[in-house]
C-alpha cells in the first residue's frame, strides 16, 4: 500500500488573472463545447460523495484525512488562494484606485489576515462587508476580487456548494467585464470548480473541467511558441507552464483516485518534466511528482520500476531534507516487503526510519500507517 502526499509545492507559480472556459467532452462535430455554460447551470443540492477505493496497494495521504476529492482541493486552495486579490494589488499602480476601491482593500487584507490565523468566521464577516461596499462603489474589480476570495475561504471550510455558486458568480462577472478566456486565474478557478465537482462525484463535470483547463493552457503555451514575436514574458510562460503543471498534477490525482491508472501515470509525467524544466529535479515538488509516479506504476504491477522511481526520490529526499520523507520512505518500504524474503531486512530498517521520521514530526496518521506496513512484513516473515 503506497501512500500519495497530497501536497503541491508550486510556490514559484504567481498566478495573473481570469480568461476563458472550453471543454473538450463535446461530440465530434462540437467537441468544444463551453464549460462556462455547462457550469452555469444552478446545480441541485450536492453532498461529498465517498471516494472511489484505492487498489490494496494504494492509501491516501497521511497528511490529509480525508477524501482524495477533498485533499485535492485542500493542496488548491494552499498552491493559490489568493491569486485575484493578488492581481488586485499588482492592478493599483496601473489604474486608479477609488477611494471606496482603497477601503475594499484594506477590507480584503484584513480578511486575508484572519483567514491565515484561522479566524473563519472573522474573515466571513469581514467579507461581507468588502462585498457590500463593494456592489455599492459600482466597481466590478472590486466585486470580482471580493467573490473570489469568498469562493477560498468557503473551499477552506468545507462549504462546497457555496463555494461552487461563489466560484461560478466571479466567473460570470469576469466574462460579463470584457475578460477574456484564456488567462491564468481564469483557469485557476476552472481547476478549483473541476475538484469540487470530482469531490461531488460529479465525474462528466470534473474530466470536462480537468481537459478544458489542460488542452487551454497547452494551446495557450503553443500559440505563443508559434509566433514571430514572444506574445508570453518569460515570467508569463513560466507561471503558464507551472499552472500547466498543476492542473496536470490535480488531474492525476483525481484519475488514480478513480483507478485509471495508465492515465495518471501520464498525466504525472507530463507534470514532472514541466516542474523539472522550470524549478529543477531537487525542487520538492519533483519529488513529490516521482513517488506519484511510483504509486501509479506499482498500481499497473510494474513493481521494477516502480522501485527504481520511488527510491530515486527517497535519495533526492534525505538530500533536501523534503518535509514529506517519511511517507516517499514508508513507500519504498512496501515495494520492498513484497519483493520477497531477501528483502525484508532492508524493508525493515526503511520503515523504522520513516516511523522515526513521522513521529518526530508529529504526523499520527503516517505512523499508523507505518506500523500497518510493520505488521504485514511480520506477517510475511512468518509465512515465508
Known amino acids: 500500500m503506497l501512500r500519495n502526499t497530497g501536497l503541491c509545492l508550486y510556490r514559484r507559480y504567481l498566478p495573473c488573472v481570469a480568461r476563458r472556459y472550453r471543454s ?150 469576469m466574462l460579463n467585464d470584457g475578460v477574456q478566456q484564456n488567462d491564468n486565474a481564469f483557469i485557476e478557478i476552472s481547476l478549483k470548480l473541476a475538484s469540487i465537482y470530482a469531490t461531488q462525484n460529479k465525474k462528466e463535470l470534473a474530466v470536462a473541467g480537468y481537459k478544458f483547463c489542460i488542452l487551454s493552457l497547452e494551446e495557450k503555451l503553443e500559440k505563443a511558441a508559434g509566433l514571430l514575436e514572444e506574445s508570453l514574458t518569460a515570467e508569463e510562460k513560466c507561471n503558464t507552464r507551472l499552472l500547466l503543471g498543476l492542473c496536470l498534477d490535480s488531474y492525476g490525482r483525481y484519475l488514480l483516485n478513480n483507478s485509471s491508472f495508465s492515465q495518471a501515470q501520464d498525466m504525472y509525467e507530463k507534470a514532472l518534466k514541466i516542474c523539472r524544466e522550470e524549478q529543477g529535479t531537487e525542487h520538492p515538488q519533483s519529488i513529490i511528482l516521482m513517488n506519484d509516479i511510483a504509486i501509479a506504476l506499482e498500481a499497473l504491477g510494474n513493481h521494477e520500476e516502480a522501485f527504481a522511481v520511488v527510491k530515486q526520490a527517497s535519495e533526492l529526499a534525505r538530500k533536501t531534507e523534503h518535509p514529506d520523507l517519511h511517507v516517499v520512505l514508508s513507500n519504498l518500504a512496501m515495494i520492498l516487503t513484497y519483493q520477497g524474503k531477501e528483502h525484508f531486512a532492508e524493508a525493515e530498517r526503511i520503515f523504522k526510519e520513516a516511523l522515526e521520521h513521522s513521529e518526530k514530526k508529529g504526523d499520527s496518521a503516517s505512523a499508523q500507517y507505518i506500523q500497518d506496513g510493520l505488521a504485514e512484513l511480520d506477517r510475511r516473515k512468518k509465512g515465508s
Request: hydrophobic fraction near 45%.
Open 24 to 173: 473538450d467532452c463535446g461530440q465530434a462535430a462540437a467537441r468544444r463545447t463551453s464549460w462556462v455554460v455547462a457550469v452555469s447551470h444552478r446545480p441541485k443540492r450536492m453532498t461529498v460523495a465517498a471516494v472511489c477505493p484505492l487498489p490494496s496497494c494504494l492509501v491516501t495521504s497521511a497528511r490529509e484525512t480525508v477524501s482524495g476529492g477533498r485533499r485535492n482541493l485542500s493542496f488548491l486552495v494552499g498552491a493559490a488562494a489568493f491569486s485575484l486579490f493578488s492581481y488586485f494589488g499588482k492592478n493599483e499602480s496601473e489604474e486608479e484606485v477609488t477611494e471606496a476601491e482603497a477601503e475594499i482593500i484594506l477590507l480584503l487584507k484584513k480578511a486575508k489576515l484572519s483567514i491565515m490565523k484561522g479566524e473563519m468566521e472573522e474573515a466571513e464577516e469581514v467579507l461581507h462587508q468588502a462585498l457590500n461596499l463593494a456592489h455599492k462603489s459600482g466597481s466590478t474589480r472590486a466585486i470580482i476580487y471580493t467573490y473570489d476570495l469568498m469562493a477560498n475561504l468557503a473551499l477552506l471550510t468545507g462549504k462546497l456548494d457555496t463555494s461552487e455558486k461563489l466560484f461560478k458568480e466571479t466567473l460570470m462577472y
